[in-house]
């Protein structure tokens, strides 16, 4: 079985060239647009805030896409299987954004980050609880991205099991933005925040609601 089908070539190959054009591109222009080590980690600084809101908003749409196919809401308009490879697609793209979050904490050095601290959770000396729901939820989307490129082989059933993974996995990564972004006190930051969260506890909802009445007696 192939990782990933022909639907899903285009999109992981742009992902992947966007992440290499984004990290060898950055590297080159911190270096010569700044001359000093802190306008370079101010450079990096700004990277990795945006690259860290970007990936939490895919992954509130990927799992919101989700949880709407889980609801039965795209069946009304029979748009299961558009809604299903954009969810793989977006998948593809939060990969690519998440490693240039990764990318930014580690070329930035007012904080240092080491790859330990960043791939190992409750090392960093950092507000280091934060971080470790960071790097869980970090664990917690590749284990979703890679068992659902796996479901024929590990069968429906395993996958839907692991699938209930996303839902903890966004309260991870929501509390790791919160209590660790230095900007989870801005009312933009808020917005951002609060508006998939909105979205997520509806369709928690009606998720539950669809689960109670197709339950057999």
């Avoid at 060239?17 to 080159?28: E, P, V």
């Avoid at 609801?71 to 793209?93: M, N, P, V």
């Avoid at 082989?153 to 972004?181: A, D, E, N």
């Amino acid at each position: 079985m192939e990782l990933v089908n022909e639907r899903q070539t285009p999109a992981l190959l742009s992902a992947g060239l966007f992440l290499f054009l984004m990290i060898t591109g950055s590297y080159g222009l911190a270096h010569v647009l700044y001359h000093t080590q802190a306008g370079t980690n101010q450079f990096f600084w700004y990277m990795e805030r945006a690259a860290g809101f970007t990936v939490y908003e895919l992954l509130a749409a990927s799992v919101l896409l989700g949880m709407a196919s889980a609801s039965g809401l795209w069946d009304r308009w029979r748009a299961r299987k558009l809604a299903t490879d954009l969810h793989q697609f977006i998948a593809l793209f939060l990969l690519a954004f998440l490693a240039l979050h990764l990318w930014g904490l580690h070329e930035d050095t007012t904080i240092p980050f080491s790859l330990q601290r960043l791939l190992l959770p409750f090392v960093s000396s950092y507000r280091p609880l934060p971080v470790a729901l960071g790097v869980l939820g970090m664990y917690g989307v590749l284990v979703l991205i890679l068992t659902s490129y796996l479901r024929p082989m590990i069968g429906p059933k395993v996958w839907r099991t692991i699938h209930y993974l996303s839902i903890p996995v966004f309260i991870l990564v929501t509390l790791h933005g919160l209590l660790s972004g230095t900007d989870a006190g801005s009312h933009w930051a808020l917005v951002l925040y609060s508006v998939p969260w909105a979205l997520f506890l509806v369709l928690l909802v009606l998720r539950t609601r669809r689960r109670r009445t197709t339950r057999p007696a």
